[in-house]
């Protein structure tokens, strides 16, 4: 297998990535790691908490720890979906229409409390996420590789707010959230003055060619038949819960396959093990699975989604 950067040499980068994102958002390694996977696994990623535990500063930090183009879009209800994608303007001087392109031209996008716009808008997004492409008035334009899109999300409960829907949902590889720091990290934080204008100090630890390498090395992580199929005994389980309206669909399988692939590779392993797939499970599921009307309550969703998850992972024999 030949690449053009050297494998320890993409080992490290990604190590220092990690601690890039890290001399901004502290205390949260779990966090930054699962960034990491999604990254390389070419996922995108939905971070959806209350406002003010860093979610945007964690997206702008990982924009500028490496080399690439990055775009933010502040999502409101006035946003339409040309604000995204781009639209074609008339030049008197040519006397022709030109194609001007839109923030979604990046590789990185940071889609901002993603659910505050309109589904019309949000499905904008949707060709992008799939296909690395968007088609404005039936001509197909390519987005720069990599791309990835990190949107942040308050809770549904807030104000002003409109639910993702599935087809979107289904679209990003991992639902994270970020969480409160612990007492230290947050008084490190306060004395550091620790900000969104912080990560623009931070200086890139990683091209978007060696982020691209190591991308196809993760493809190349072997999963066996005996950790697949305790793969698939997770979605199965999903699909025939009863607490579950619906379970994980096939595009969610794969999800937790590359994601499992992608955890192995940060850990510096070139094959899975039972932790990659299990720690990994309700990250890629959450978002994907719909909770039965005996459990309805629209305003902890989320968190009844985890907790049925978290019980059916248990149920499951891990492989030894």
């Known amino acids: 297998m030949e690449v053009a950067v050297p494998i320890p040499e993409l ?4 190590k220092a990535l990690q601690t890039s994102i890290e001399l901004v958002i502290k205390g949260k390694a779990d966090v930054v ?3 990491s996977v999604a990254l390389l696994a070419r996922g995108h990623l939905l971070v959806e908490d209350v406002p003010g535990v860093g979610k945007t500063t964690l997206a702008h930090a990982l924009a500028r720890s490496f080399d690439c183009s990055f775009q933010r879009i502040q999502f409101t209800s006035d946003l339409l979906p ?4 781009g639209a074609s303007i008339y030049n008197q001087s040519e006397h022709s229409f030109e194609f001007r392109k ?3 031209f990046a590789n990185v996008v940071l889609a ?7 589904p019309k808008t949000q499905s904008a997004l949707l060709e992008a996420m799939s296909e690395g492409k968007v088609t404005v008035e039936n001509q197909t334009y390519d987005l720069p590789q990599p791309f990835v899109v990190i949107a942040t999300q308050n809770p549904i409960e807030h104000h002003g707010t409109y639910p993702l829907p599935e087809s979107q949902l289904d679209r990003f590889l991992m639902r994270i959230e970020m969480g409160y720091p612990s007492h230290g990290d947050e008084k490190q934080i306060l004395r550091s003055n620790i900000s969104y204008d912080t990560a623009d100090q931070l200086t890139p630890v990683m ?6 390498e190591a991308q196809k090395l993760v493809e190349k992580v072997e999963m066996n038949d005996i950790l697949l199929e305790y793969l698939m005994a997770l979605v199965t389980a999903t699909r025939n819960s009863e607490d579950l309206a619906l379970g994980v669909s096939p595009r969610g399988a794969m999800s937790l396959y590359r994601a499992a692939q992608s955890r192995a590779f940060v850990q510096g392993r070139y094959y899975c093990i039972p932790d990659d797939v299990k720690q990994l499970a309700t990250a890629v599921f959450s978002h994907r ?5 005996k459990h309805s309550s629209p305003l902890q969703k989320s968190e009844e989604s985890q907790a049925i998850l978290q019980e059916l992972i248990e149920e499951v024999e891990v492989p030894l």
């Open 33 to 35: 790691e699962l960034v």
């Open 11 to 14: 080992e490290s980068k990604i």
């Open 207 to 212: 091209s978007a060619v060696e982020l691209m």
């Open 112 to 118: 901002d409390e993603i659910n505050r716009t309109t």
């Open 82 to 85: 040309s604000d995204l994608t």
């Open 289 to 293: 699975v719909i909770v039965s009307n």
């Open 102 to 104: 839109g923030p979604l």
